[in-house]
T-cell receptor, first 111, second 116 residues
Framework: SQQGEEDPQALSIQEGENATMNCSYK?????LQWYRQNSGRGLVHLIL?????REKHSGRLRVTLDTSKKSSSLLITASRAADTASYFC???????????FGSGTQLTVLP | DAGVIQSPRHEVTEMGQEVTLRCKPI?????LFWYRQTMMRGLELLIY????????DSGMPEDRFSAKMPNASFSTLKIQPSEPRDSAVYFC??????????????FGEGSWLTVV
């Protein structure tokens, strides 16, 4: 079963605007990851945040984690057309604690 | 460094035929994953190997699906017989470490399967 669920399913913004995607998960975790998938390609790791971290930055990316609410958010600042992609959160799940992915947010950045 | 290598990239086959998808993980990685991605069901974990041993195959849809990892540098996912509902993108991925502890997973470019 899926551990994470992203919201919204689709998001369309203008270039230069900020994009915020949210992820809710079900069971307690020790870390959560965000991945990006360009159309027709495999997923690429963006950032990992551990359960003892509340916020983490990487370039134009900012990730927050609220373990009390079992939620995370990914903020992309000053978006570019090249940011158009699907974004997935992923967290450990199952007996072997393997990584399972949410359904993704499809981000479209209009030039 | 070469990433995860999958073959074939695209395959179109007729219902009832056997399909074999292949994967070469990143050298040194000891965890290997097969995922399936469809519009309806999203990204599903099919099976997870650690040190060439299947650890969790609870995501394998049915007996028509089988996966093997005969050595650390090669894995196959086989569908026999294939059905139209098996049409999907199949991703192989690998990572370092045993029981998942926050390691990055590296994905291949996927095998796009169409069963007609």
């Amino acid at each position: 079963s899926q551990q994470g669920e992203e919201d919204p399913q689709a998001l369309s913004i203008q270039e230069g605007e900020n994009a915020t995607m949210n992820c809710s998960y079900k069971t307690s975790i020790n870390n959560l990851q965000w991945y990006r998938q360009n159309s027709g390609r495999g997923l690429v790791h963006l950032i990992l945040i551990r359960s003892n971290e509340r916020e983490k930055h990487s370039g134009r990316l900012r990730v927050t984690l609220d373990t009390s609410k079992k939620s995370s958010s990914l903020l992309i600042t000053a978006s570019r057309a090249a940011d158009t992609a699907s974004y997935f959160c992923a967290a450990p799940s199952g007996s072997a604690r393997q990584l399972t992915f949410g359904s993704g947010t499809q981000l479209t950045v209009l030039p | 460094d070469a990433g995860v290598i999958q073959s074939p990239r695209h395959e179109v086959t007729e219902m009832g035929q056997e399909v074999t998808l292949r994967c070469k993980p990143i050298s040194g990685h000891n965890s290997l994953f097969w995922y399936r991605q469809t519009m309806m069901r999203g990204l599903e974990l099919l099976i997870y190997f650690n040190n060439n041993v299947p650890i969790d195959d609870s995501g394998m849809p049915e007996d028509r699906f089988s996966a093997k990892m005969p050595n650390a540098s090669f894995s196959t996912l086989k569908i026999q017989p294939s059905e139209p509902r098996d049409s999907a993108v199949y991703f192989c991925a690998s990572s370092l470490g045993g029981e998942y502890s926050g390691n990055t997973i590296y994905f291949g470019e996927g095998s796009w399967l169409t069963v007609v």
